[in-house]
């Protein structure tokens, strides 16, 4: 009887202990086998996985909506890159690029049909380059008073032209309003901000060019800092209509000057920075551009 007990309570602990080696066993391959997966999975996923789709993803969203840019105008992803070699700095966008929005936004709902036929009809092309503040065939054109109210909430305006032919920066300007353009044919806008002007002068690589659809009539902000626009087509050139608040670019105030506002005041709402190129540095533009006057001839 004595050894029966024994050899049942040998059985038990040799059961015990087998189930215990099993449970120990078992926990060290879920133990090993989730460190395994941590370390060789999510590592590798992170590695690869990861890798991949910032790789794959993020970068392919990046040169989608890099050549959405381009759609607007009928450009290329290859071709604004092929561009790029002779201006690294300068690459020709949209204004349906989101890059626009610092500079400037698109205004739409309003009929512009009117002011369209009368610049194309009434107004010059020239070889060169000619601004009229005001003229009067554009502020009699059909539409022209119900725009210049509600552009200018009720201001007095002034509707005019910038026409010709033009690649260079030359200069840029600013008003302590907004200016509104709007094209007859594609045009291009050389922008940079009041905030990217240093120490009284402004590098010329801070400059970004946007290309206007015609038809499509756009505000370029007070604080943009801007000039004539740029033809995209030789034989076309270009004629944009030029509003702004009545008595702008016409004549220069007789100031003191006490300061370097005061000093870039070319004439009235018109505060000028000229490249040392320029013609305008003979009537007394302040020169405030440095670097290249960038010439957009072999970008277009």
């Known amino acids: 009887m ?14 015990i202990i087998q189930a215990f080696g099993r449970s120990h066993y078992y ?3 879920y133990d090993n086998d989730y460190k395994l997966d941590y370390k060789h999975g999510f590592n ?51 204004v349906f690029s989101d890059k626009f929005k610092e500079y400037g936004r698109i205004v739409e709902g309003y009929d512009v049909k009117g002011i369209l036929k009368t610049l194309k009809k ?20 059909s539409g022209a008073s119900e725009l210049g109210k ?15 032919h033009n690649t260079k920066l030359n200069c840029l300007e600013y008003h302590r309003d907004s200016e509104f353009n709007l094209g007859t044919e594609d045009f291009i806008l050389l922008l940079a901000k009041l905030s990217d002007i240093k120490h009284g002068k402004i590098d010329s690589s801070k400059v970004k060019a946007f290309r206007v659809p015609k038809g ?22 270009f004629k944009v209509l030029v509003a702004l608040p009545k008595g702008t670019n016409v004549g220069k105030p007789e100031i003191d000057i006490k300061n370097f506002d005061d000093r870039k005041l070319f004439a009235t709402n018109k505060w000028l920075l000229a490249h040392r190129k320029a013609s305008e540095v003979k009537d007394g533009a302040y020169i405030g551009i440095t670097g290249k006057n960038i010439d957009i001839e072999d970008l277009i």
Not at 61 to 87: A, F, M, R, T, V
Not at 150 to 164: A, I, T, V
Not at 222 to 236: E, F, Q, R, V
């Open 150 to 164: 509600s552009l200018y909430g009720g201001m007095p305006y002034q509707f005019g032209y910038c026409n010709g």
């Open 122 to 141: 009434k107004t010059p092309l020239p070889d060169d380059v000619e601004y009229v503040a005001e003229d009067e065939n554009l502020m009699a054109a």
């Open 216 to 237: 499509v009539l756009v505000e370029v902000y007070a604080d943009t800092l801007h000039y004539a626009p740029c033809h995209t087509n030789k034989s076309k050139g």
């Open 44 to 94: 590798n996923y992170y590695k690869n996985g990861f890798n991949n789709d910032y790789k794959n993803g993020f970068n392919n969203d990046y040169k989608q909506d890099d050549d959405n840019e381009y759609k607007h105008y009928g450009l290329s992803h290859s071709h604004s890159h092929s561009h790029s070699h002779s201006h690294s700095h300068l690459r020709i966008r949209s």
């Open 27 to 29: 926990n060290n391959d």
């Open 2 to 15: 004595y050894n029966k007990k024994c050899l049942f309570v040998l059985l038990v602990n040799l059961l």
